[in-house]
């Protein structure tokens, strides 16, 4: 059991100590849930702290049960499995996938207040989250991450089952798993304290996080605004 989301980026920082201080080191968090471990963990490594957006694609009347995520930039990933076990129809994903888009877009601009992606090419990536179920959407932030051109990919969270964390590794350079129980029903009972992270809590991580140590961000020529960000966004499409 771990106390809290921060005590879980504590000793998740433990497991990462070998980054520690290196100057190629970048740590994304999945919000909400997974910034207050992030921002441990960042703390810890003396490393860059940001947030890599994803929204999972629930089931419809069981949205706790993933068939997919999407990550801003356009990727998607769908679990076929769940999809036929649930018989889901080709409407059913479009409509999830659009009600996530539009949430994706909310927080883009309520946590960025127009600050730039951060730039993660050549760069050692360290994706956290406060745990995964069936990862996919870790699977999604792996490949967004992935179209940057990165140095590495590190999916880093305090618990997991074994077979998620065993499937990510296909896709990512490591995989570290604080915690990964046989017995798992889900992320929130291996916290004691597992109250919803809010907006406002993720604003404020991410303002303390970007004053103490400032992430490589994309740099773009004066005037260009808008613009270089929008074809940044179409490259990773």
């Not at 207050?36 to 940001?50: N, Q, T």
């Not at 706790?64 to 080709?90: D, F, K, P």
């Not at 989250?129 to 880093?156: E, H, K, Y």
Request: a negative charge; hydrophobic letters at 40%.
């Amino acid at each position: 059991m771990f106390r809290d989301r921060e005590e879980a980026g504590q000793r998740l920082a433990q497991a990462l100590s070998r980054f520690a201080g290196r100057p190629d080191v970048l740590v994304l968090a999945l919000p909400r849930g997974g910034v207050p471990v992030g921002v441990e963990v960042a703390r810890a490594l003396e490393a860059p702290f940001d947030l890599m957006l994803v929204r999972k694609l629930g089931v419809p009347g069981h949205e706790e049960l993933a068939m997919g995520a999407i990550a801003s930039g356009g990727g998607r990933v769908l679990n076929q499995r769940v999809i036929e076990l649930a018989r889901l129809t080709e409407q059913d994903i479009e409509q999830a996938t659009t009600r996530e888009q539009a949430e994706l877009r909310r927080r883009e601009k309520a946590y960025r207040e127009g600050r730039p992606q951060p730039r993660v090419e050549g760069r050692c990536v360290i994706l956290v989250d406060d745990g995964l179920a069936t990862g996919s959407t870790m699977l999604a932030a792996v490949r967004a991450v992935r179209q940057g051109n990165p140095a590495s990919v590190i999916v880093a969270v305090p618990v997991a089952p074994p077979e998620s964390c065993e499937g990510l590794r296909a896709e990512a350079d490591d995989v570290i798993c604080v915690e990964t129980p046989a017995r798992f029903m889900g992320v929130g009972q291996w916290y004691e304290n597992f109250e919803q992270t809010t907006d406002d809590e993720v604003r404020e991580l991410l303002k303390q996080a970007w004053q103490q140590h400032a992430p490589p961000e994309i740099q773009q020529p004066a005037g260009a605004g808008h613009a270089s960000h929008d074809r940044l966004r179409q490259g990773r499409k």
